[in-house]
């Protein structure tokens, strides 16, 4: 089954080649906008083309013919600079050929130490579409998908001579705008992707693999603190203000603090005239001829380096290779909550007058200065989106080719001084742990790693002593974390870090005391209950959620009442208290007898994420409590969060029958419930009643209550969620739950759950928007999947129906048949309107 599947989506990427085109749209370029030429610059001559504040100046490190198409790179610890080159992408305007390996890692070196790259070995070749690097126990990982590999150099000749298979699922090769990418190791001591779900680490030679949440497009970055950043294409830059992995120990709840929007505003302003854009025809796209918003941000990297004025220190820089620009954002941070806002007011910090200029990645250097990816191809967009109108423009002004450069850049102020090499290979314990109280987060971050690599005996001493003393709060928390990776922190530096001076430390501190909460050291960890800092109280609310005495669920009660209008520590306080809402509820009741906004919203979301999870028993006791509850608003308040599984209303149509929670006889309370006297009570309570059912319940029919899958059933449930994971997973989640900016929800929608011919269709012949999934207008364009037999699309739609809690019915391959005949003649995508008129 596995490999038809392969088979199968691997020939639906031939289809798409015009699949960017909506039916029916005129592509007329831009009135009054003519696109300047666009030849081929020698790098001297790119170089005249650049514009930077005041006081800075661009270099070249590295052009052709000694790299070629580069997309990502690394520096080692002696300053090697390691590069990809992603020779095979779109070798014409139709896509043919890309899966020849043209693909190769190449080392590249300044042996007469003047700043420019002069030397060149090919570290491996033979990669077909590979997207990601990163140096790692003695060898280099390399993302390509849907493999992940660990080659090393074995013999010393700088070429890899060994490549073993770390994971066979990084990702797919459908689509590679939508595939993994990135492989950073952050300061956590795991190994980040972008586009991906799984992180990564090395221990005693074995790679261990741990689910995380889905993460931005193309590349990914880490700030002092450990926080990652990431984008997509319209999206220019959101962050984890907190780790990810503490909201998903809560699937009920979608807690704050993950996937936050650090930049709201996607206007552009580059400086040169961008026509040639993928829909440079539709309105709004282009302001005067230019750019007017973010349409393909990518490779996202936090400035941590030492030569720049000490303003930009923090600040995140984005590449936007379609505006042939790199943005400069500010950010700020009050409470925790970080904002970006442009350096440059209506401008850009980096702008090309030259249409080739592609940088698709930004990284730190060692030398403290700013390094700039430039592809420097004519055509960036990938053929599954391609539309006519950029097809056209390609071949018109001959952008489709030469196809053989690439540049990397470093950007620096004019008066930098030249920086000291890297020596930190063969670095002495000593020296690893001085590189940690460097001010350049490059050298900080290679010594940790080294470090822990080593599992640096000798350091130990040294680095706990860091921990402690450091005067920059960074430098603690990576000899924190060089600790942890080494396995050789103890609870006494742990819960000694708790009394620093600095918050961040603090907040690390906690972290790292989780482990130690089961041997006494949650008494120290409580006396911060009352801290100053709502960063730490937020990590507090997160770390307690770890500690099962009951003193630490007592402390999360005083963090709610305390922190009830932070919406960021209320969901805090709800992963930590998963399963256990209901209790929260009732042990609330006397303390907020008095309503507020706040407090309201706070009970609906416990009482939501009771509903969410549908477990009869758990509801059962949750309307018990309710009826309990001493206050009327607190009632309807719960019975509100009940009542908010139900997905809304499809726009201008009758909302769909509810799923329903199965509960196994009449719960306790609900007879008061439903006699309850208050206004405000009874309407919540119409609203939620209709969604409890059980088996003799007046009104309920045998249709109400799910039947289990059949043996022939479940075998086709199962074959679905394994094509799921490969075709849809990638965009809409795993959990069905989508990605903001990218792709709808699946969970609790009528496109899913409602009739089968509608889902049928929009997977034979794809989607259009606008179109409204639970109340949000998304504007986005899904392929078909029509490659897939009835049998394959038959599973695939079984999955969605009966998994997430679904209990919509299965689908067998004879109505997809059914479909297929009736729409065969049928060449474009479904619009909204369109599908609402299918009832079968």
């Given at each position: 089954?596995?490999?038809r ?17 909506k ?6 370029p831009?009135?009054?906008?003519v696109?300047?030429p ?8 790119a170089l005249k ?24 790179m690394?520096f ?18 139709d896509?043919?050929?890309e ?18 790259m ?12 590979a997207r ?5 126990n ?5 993302g ?11 013999d ?16 797919s ?10 492989l950073l ?5 795991w190994i ?22 889905f ?9 002092d603190y450990?926080r990652?950043?990431?984008n997509s294409?319209s999206?220019?830059l959101?962050?984890?203000l ?12 979608a807690?704050?603090g ?12 580059p ?8 829909r440079?025809y539709?309105?709004g ?12 941000a ?12 000490k ?7 984005v ?7 790199v943005r ?12 970006a ?10 702008t090309s ?7 698709v990645?930004?990284?730190n ?5 700013l ?21 056209n423009?390609?071949?018109s ?10 540049r ?8 930098a001084?030249?920086g000291?090499?890297?020596?930190l ?13 460097n001010p350049?987060?490059w ?6 790693q080294v470090?822990v690599?080593?599992k ?20 603690a928390i990576?000899?924190?974390w ?7 922190l103890d609870?006494?530096?742990?819960l000694?870090?708790?009394?620093s ?12 005391s989780e ?23 937020w ?5 307690l ?14 963090l709610?009442q305390?922190n009830?209008?932070n919406?960021?520590i209320?969901d805090?306080?709800m992963?930590?208290?998963?399963g ?18 706040a407090?309201?919203?706070?009970l ?17 006791d ?9 206050k ?8 509100d969060g009940i009542?908010?599984i139900i ?9 769909p029958k ?8 009449e719960?306790?309370?609900y ?11 009874q309407?919540?309570f119409?609203e ?10 007046p ?5 109400d209550i799910v039947r289990?899958?059949?043996?022939e059933q ?5 074959a679905g969620?394994?094509?799921y994971?490969l075709?849809?997973?990638a ?12 792709a ?9 759950l ?23 207008v998304y ?16 599973s ?6 009966r ?6 019915s ?16 049928r ?14």
């Amino acid at each position: 089954m596995w490999s038809r599947i392969v088979v199968a989506v691997l020939s639906a990427a031939t289809l798409f080649a015009q699949n960017g085109d909506k039916p029916g749209e005129a592509q007329e370029p831009p009135k009054g906008v003519v696109a300047p030429p666009a030849p081929p610059l020698k790098p001297d001559e790119a170089l005249k083309s650049f514009k930077l504040p005041p006081g800075f100046v661009i270099e070249v490190v590295a052009a052709e013919p000694l790299v070629e198409a580069p997309v990502a790179m690394q520096f080692d610890p002696d300053g090697r600079l390691w590069v990809l080159e992603m020779r095979g992408f779109m070798p014409n305007v139709d896509g043919r050929g890309e899966d020849e390996p043209l693909g190769r890692v190449v080392t590249l070196e300044d042996t007469d130490d003047n700043g420019v790259m002069d030397k060149r070995t090919v570290f491996i070749d033979g990669l077909v579409m590979a997207r990601a690097i990163s140096l790692v126990n003695g060898g280099l990982l390399i993302g390509e998908p849907p493999f992940l590999w660990h080659a090393r150099d074995t013999d010393g000749d700088g070429k890899a001579d060994t490549k073993d298979e770390v994971a066979a699922n990084y990702g797919s090769q459908v689509n590679p705008e939508h595939t993994s990418n990135g492989l950073l190791w952050a300061l956590d001591n795991w190994i980040y992707s972008a586009n991906h779900t799984v992180r990564y680490r090395n221990i005693a030679d074995n790679w261990e693999k741990e689910e995380t949440v889905f993460r931005g497009q193309w590349g990914i970055t880490q700030d002092d603190y450990g926080r990652l950043f990431y984008n997509s294409n319209s999206d220019q830059l959101r962050g984890d203000l907190i780790p990810a992995h503490y909201l998903r120990r809560n699937p009920n709840h979608a807690g704050a603090g993950v996937n936050y929007p650090v930049a709201k505003d996607q206007t552009t302003w580059p400086a040169r005239v961008t026509p040639g854009i993928n829909r440079g025809y539709q309105s709004g796209m282009l302001r005067d001829g230019k750019l007017a918003r973010f349409t393909a941000a990518c490779g996202p990297v936090i400035y941590r380096g030492s030569t720049f004025p000490k303003e930009f220190y923090g600040s995140a820089f984005v590449a936007e290779p379609s505006g042939n620009f790199v943005r400069c954002n500010l950010l700020t941070e009050k409470d925790g909550v970080i904002t970006a806002t442009n350096a440059l007011k209506n401008d850009e910090f980096l702008t090309s007058q030259d249409e080739r200029f592609r940088p698709v990645n930004l990284h730190n250097g060692p030398d403290g200065n700013l390094y700039v990816v430039d592809m420097y191809r004519g055509v960036l967009q990938h053929r599954i989106y391609l539309t006519t109108y950029l097809r056209n423009q390609a071949l018109s002004r001959g952008l489709d080719k030469p196809l053989d450069m690439g540049r990397i850049y470093r950007v620096r102020p004019a008066n930098a001084a030249k920086g000291t090499a890297p020596k930190l290979a063969k670095a002495t314990a000593e020296e690893l742990v001085r590189a940690l109280e460097n001010p350049n987060g490059w050298w900080r971050d290679t010594a940790q790693q080294v470090l822990v690599e080593r599992k640096e005996e000798r350091a130990v001493g040294d680095l706990k002593k860091l921990a402690l003393t450091a005067q920059r709060d960074a430098s603690a928390i990576h000899a924190l974390w060089t600790l942890q990776g080494m396995g050789k922190l103890d609870s006494e530096t742990a819960l000694g870090a708790l009394k620093s001076k600095e918050p961040m430390v603090r907040v690390h501190a906690l972290r790292l005391s989780e482990p130690f909460l089961t041997n006494n050291a949650l008494p120290q960890v409580l006396q911060l209950k009352g801290d100053p800092d709502a960063v730490v109280q937020w990590q507090l609310a997160l770390t307690l959620g770890e500690a099962k005495d009951p003193s630490a669920f007592t402390a999360l009660l005083e963090l709610l009442q305390r922190n009830e209008k932070n919406p960021f520590i209320r969901d805090a306080v709800m992963s930590s208290v998963t399963g256990r809402e209901s209790e929260v509820i009732a042990q609330l009741k006397s303390v907020w007898s008095d309503r507020s906004n706040a407090r309201n919203e706070t009970l609906k979301a416990l009482a939501r994420a009771v509903a969410a999870s549908r477990n009869g028993r758990r509801v059962g006791d949750l309307l018990e409590i309710a009826a309990k509850l001493e206050k009327p608003w607190q009632t309807a308040a719960v019975l509100d969060g009940i009542a908010a599984i139900i997905p809304p209303p499809p726009r201008g149509r009758p909302a769909p029958k509810a799923k329903a929670i199965q509960l196994l006889k009449e719960p306790a309370g609900y007879s008061g419930l439903k006699a309850h006297k208050d206004p405000a009570v009874q309407k919540v309570f119409a609203e939620a009643d209709p969604i409890l059912v059980w088996p003799d319940k007046p009104g309920v029919s045998p249709d109400d209550i799910v039947r289990p899958l059949n043996a022939e059933q479940q075998k086709r449930f199962d074959a679905g969620k394994e094509l799921y994971l490969l075709t849809c997973g990638a965009c809409h989640q795993p959990h069905g739950n989508g990605q903001e900016g990218l792709a709808p929800p699946l969970t609790d929608v009528d496109w899913v759950l409602g009739p089968p011919g509608r889902l049928a269709r929009i997977i034979l012949h794809g989607v259009r928007g606008p179109i409204n999934v639970k109340g949000k207008v998304y504007e986005m364009e899904m392929p078909p999947l029509n490659v897939l037999d009835d049998e394959q699309i038959a599973s695939l739609m079984t999955y969605v129906r009966r998994e997430w809690t679904h209990g919509a019915s299965p689908v067998a391959p004879e109505e997809v048949a059914k479909v297929r005949k009736e729409t065969e003649s049928r060449q474009e995508a479904w619009t909204e309107a369109e599908l609402l008129k299918i009832n079968n």
